[in-house]
């Protein structure tokens, strides 16, 4: 347990340190955090037998309730296999803080002992948040040592379907938070779910959730149609030859890509190997413009309009800009999706 780390947070609160030396508590009178975000407790036996041998090494952190009970904020494993052995007592720091820290120092114990799964933390920020403790989400995130961008994130996951919250709970599935976020941002819920049981069989990588989210639409005045692009593709291997080059029809970037690894999954393995995909304004849908507006005779002008989606391909496909495409792709957010205009001066 980090006593120093919880001191910080009770300083000011209380007339002492804020941690007590340990006590010996009768284990009736202490009771588990009824908020406490982990729900499975595992190898209770054998912790129970590692403490009947040597003894209970790290006490068990409390609060008193005010009303002769301690609530635990810390060591709830610990609390179970000693009480799993029949004890009649248990250690304890007693931390001396107000209801409106028990929480935090609670979070923030678990946290640093990192045995909490990112699901497990995520909903523990969100009773934090609703706790009304905080007035920005970047003062929860500066309490609990997060940055605000994790905090974005952890509600994010929150969005997930409940049957999906329910299967990670159930089988101890510990997703990156990231991965997390990405699956809940997949509006369709069936899709959702899809997506979620492809990515634990291995079947795809974070990057692939972003091909099964409602494609790129381009809105015209004739309707509105997912555009389907043409995109030339090119493996080369180690040696720079060229060992593919072919066409590939797919909405963006990256899930031209995606449909290159799954067609060549050996080469995509092999680091020898370098995939590229270039957008081909040729084959491509055109934006219909002008349709009945007459045009002598060698006097249009060339004019192409395309979709595309930021990534790292498209940064290394328009390299030949120079500098300024290299200025221009750093702002770019590749969550979305941008047009671009070639026109003839």
Request: aromatic letters at 8%.
């Amino acid at each position: 347990m980090n006593l120093e780390a919880i001191g910080k947070v009770t300083k000011g609160k209380v007339k002492t340190s804020g941690v007590t030396p340990f006590q010996e508590l009768d284990i009736d009178k202490v009771y588990a955090n009824p908020n406490q975000p982990r729900k499975s407790f595992e190898e209770i036996e054998d912790l129970a037998a590692s403490i009947k041998e040597h003894g209970l090494i790290q006490p068990i952190a409390v609060v008193s309730d005010g009303a002769g009970m301690f609530m635990i904020i810390s060591g709830e494993r610990r609390y179970r296999a000693t009480k799993h052995l029949g004890s009649r007592t248990i250690k304890a720091h007693i931390i001396q803080a107000d209801g409106n820290k028990v929480q935090e120092l609670s979070l923030i114990e678990n946290i640093q002992r990192s045995d909490l799964t990112d699901l497990e933390v995520a909903k523990y920020i969100s009773i934090l948040w609703n706790s009304g403790q905080y007035k920005k989400k970047a003062d929860l995130a500066k309490a609990i040592g997060k940055s605000p961008s994790y905090i974005s994130k952890a509600f994010g996951c929150l969005k997930l379907d409940s049957q999906i919250i329910k299967d990670i709970e159930e089988n101890e599935n510990d997703l990156p938070l990231s991965v997390l976020e990405e699956i809940a941002r997949v509006k369709d819920t069936d899709v959702q779910k899809e997506v979620y049981e492809k990515y634990l069989a291995g079947e795809i990588t974070r990057d692939d959730i972003k091909d099964f989210k409602p494609g790129v639409k381009e809105k015209n005045e004739q309707c509105d149609e997912v555009v389907i692009n043409s995109y030339l593709l090119q493996i080369r291997d180690k040696d720079r030859n060229i060992f593919a080059d072919e066409i590939i029809k797919a909405p963006n970037e990256n899930s031209a890509l995606s449909k290159a690894y799954k067609k060549y999954p050996d080469q995509a393995k092999d680091s020898g190997f370098t995939f590229n995909v270039y957008f081909d304004a040729l084959l491509s849908p055109k934006k219909k413009e002008n349709e009945n507006k007459e045009i002598s005779p060698g006097k249009e002008k060339f004019k192409e309009k395309f979709n595309f989606t930021p990534s790292k391909w498209s940064a290394k496909g328009f390299e030949w800009i120079g500098d300024p495409w290299e200025e221009i792709h750093e702002k770019l957010d590749e969550n979305k999706t941008y047009k671009i205009t070639i026109e003839e001066v």
